[in-house]
């Protein structure tokens, strides 16, 4: 089992930048691929990114491609989220999302098996 904290949410104005970090502990972080997931008011949870155990792959959805870069840092136990070119549209709750099993599509929630609280990000236009 894996416990993920986020942090490194805020209020930005468009076109501005946030770093979103992810802190896991528990059992040994390499053994999980990583994802970042995000929830507006009103919406179903959605994909935003994913990484991969140790070789680094990493998969975006098409609305944050270019914009947003998934990183992670297995000594140091972190995933992070680095996101550039803020619309307000991005403003939701992000959530980070620990997955078990090797999947064909690392875009579905129920993939992850374990998932942090949330951390809020607010573009104001």
């Known amino acids: 089992q894996v416990q993920l904290v986020e942090s490194g949410g805020g209020l930005v104005q468009a076109g501005g930048s946030l770093r979103l970090s992810c802190a896991a502990s528990g059992r040994t972080f390499s053994s999980y691929a990583m994802g970042w997931f995000r929830q507006a008011p009103g919406k179903e949870r959605e994909f935003v990114a994913a990484?991969?155990?140790?070789?680094?792959?990493?998969t975006y959805a098409d609305s944050v491609k270019g914009r947003f870069t998934i990183s992670r840092d297995n000594a140091k136990n972190t995933v992070s989220l680095r996101l550039n070119t803020l619309k307000p549209e991005d403003t939701a709750v992000y959530y980070c999302?620990?997955?078990?099993?090797?999947?064909?599509?690392?875009?579905?929630?129920?993939?992850?098996?374990?998932w942090g609280q949330g951390t809020q990000v607010t573009v104001s236009s």
């Open positions: 990484i991969s155990r140790s070789n680094g792959i990493t």
């Open positions: 999302a620990a997955r078990e099993r090797i999947v064909n599509d690392v875009t579905r929630l129920r993939a992850y098996d374990y």
